[in-house]
């Protein structure tokens, strides 16, 4: 269900030495390093089919509980993707970052959707073709 969970970090260098040691006790290598298109750095430790990743916070902030942070949760299409969003705009979230939809990153194409639910927390919907 879970695709990845996504933190911040005001310091990336502290932050990496830490998850290197704790995330390698599991079997976790080396982080990818990856600019998102907004410019900031974000390290990607990728293992056994999941994601877990620090970044910088995209809104420029100091990174503090949850800010940076994504929750996302796997999809199996893109319109599951799509009526993620919609049903949860219905319901007292809010849309945020770009529409639903295909993006080209740095991982290959994805469809994606971006929420807030009613208190503030960032969710995504992600499917893979």
């Given amino acids: 269900m879970l695709n990845h969970v996504m933190v911040g970090s005001s310091d990336l260098d502290r932050s990496k030495a830490f998850y290197d040691a704790t995330l390698g006790v599991l079997g976790a290598g080396e982080p990818i390093r990856n600019i998102a298109p907004s410019g900031h750095t974000r390290l990607l430790y990728i293992h056994d089919g999941t994601m877990f990743i620090l970044t910088q916070p995209i809104n420029d902030e100091p990174a503090t509980v949850a800010n940076g942070g994504t929750i996302a949760f796997k999809c199996h299409s893109a319109e599951q993707v799509k009526d993620f969003h919609d049903v949860a ?41």
Wanted: net charge negative.
């Fill in 89 to 129: 705009v219905a319901h007292g979230g809010t849309t945020c970052e770009d529409p639903p939809g295909l993006r080209d990153g740095n991982l290959g194409p994805m469809h994606l959707s971006y929420v807030r639910d009613p208190d503030g927390h960032k969710l995504c919907a992600i499917w893979r073709p």
